[in-house]
């Protein structure tokens, strides 16, 4: 038997994670003699565990809040996505070289589709600047989406699309996060993604949009995953738009980095459904 290849997410906190029952249950399902380990990781002991990474030869990475930028200049290597985001949320240890990839905006692209058809020429709103809306900013607009970004920091929304018009060479817009300006640039948007961590676990009463600034033919995505269902969804719901929840993201950002670790197809059911099930379990 081939010796066990260990994978870990590196974060802080990992408490919460659901990755090491959705890879160890998509793992054992291809009978890959693999692990995977959440381990917490202080900011100041990022060098030491990327050194580490490359002294037992971990073969691979999850990296999550708060050392998606920060890992960067410690790998070898970045493919396209991690240099377009500046940013990595997957790293493989190729026979000692670290590259470094993002799958985050890919996945959350493909759960929308997999859910909502293409966003190929959608007029799109997105919420937030951070690590996550980053991601997805450069897919959407690779992908050929019209994208307006609202943040609460509104210089954070401006860096952000000069960014993507620099590197992409397409434009995008940048508005602050204010009801008066939501109200208008929702008012002929295809599809609003929530990529801030508003109504997120605890608070889940929080939301950054009511239901009488959503129309009904519109779709509301939000990456947020605990709750499955979060206030906005409600309030998408009871305006009679579309919703799709961030459960579909999580496993699809795993599942691309599963096919960077191992080039093979992750198995998407088993991932989802252990993911499901391991939510329902931190619940309790
Ligand atoms: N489904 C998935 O697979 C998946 C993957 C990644 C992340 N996520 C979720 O996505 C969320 C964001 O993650 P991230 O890594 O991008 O975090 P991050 O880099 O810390 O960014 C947080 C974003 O939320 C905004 N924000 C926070 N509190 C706010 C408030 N009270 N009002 C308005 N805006 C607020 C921030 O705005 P400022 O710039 O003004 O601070 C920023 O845009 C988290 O809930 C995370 O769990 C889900």
């Known amino acids: 038997m081939n010796p066990v290849k260990i994978f870990l997410l590196v974060g802080d906190p990992v408490k919460q994670s659901l990755s090491p029952a959705m890879f160890n249950a998509a793992f ?9 380990v959440a381990v917490e990781v202080p900011t100041k002991f990022l060098d030491d565990t990327v050194a580490g990474v ?4 971990i073969s691979g990475l999850n990296v999550t809040t ?3 930028i920060r890992i960067v200049d410690l790998l070898d290597e970045l493919d396209d996505s991690a ?8 790293v493989k240890n190729q026979r000692g070289k670290l590259i470094g990839f993002n799958t985050d905006g890919d996945g959350a692209i493909r759960a929308l589709e997999e859910n909502a058809g293409t966003v190929k020429g959608s007029k799109v709103v997105l919420l937030g600047a951070g690590g996550a809306a980053r991601a997805i900013a450069f897919s959407l607009v690779r992908a050929g989406a019209e994208l307006t ?11 952000l699309v000069s960014d993507i018009e620099r590197k992409l060479g397409s434009s995008a817009n940048s508005v602050p996060l204010r009801r008066d ?15 801030t961590s508003v ?17 009904h033919d519109m779709v509301v995505y939000d990456i947020v995953y605990k709750p499955l269902e979060t206030r906005l969804l409600k309030e998408a719901k009871s305006a009679g738009a579309e919703v799709v929840n961030g459960l579909g993201m999580l496993v699809h950002q795993g599942a691309l980095s599963f096919k960077v670790w191992t080039g093979k197809q992750a198995p998407i059911k088993v991932m989802e459904s252990a993911a499901r099930r391991e939510l329902g379990r931190k619940d309790k």
């Open 149 to 159: 970004i609202a943040n609460r920091t509104f210089p954070r929304a401006k860096a």
């Open 54 to 57: 490359r002294a037992i030869g």
């Open 28 to 36: 054992e399902s291809l009978r890959l003699n693999s692990v995977y």
């Open 181 to 195: 300006r939501l109200r208008k640039v929702l008012k002929n948007a295809d599809l609003l993604i929530n990529a």
């Open 199 to 215: 109504g997120m676990y605890p608070n889940v009463g929080q939301t950054l949009v009511t239901s009488d600034l959503i129309h």
């Open 66 to 68: 708060p050392h998606k």
């Open 83 to 90: 240099n377009l985001v500046g940013a990595v949320n997957t």
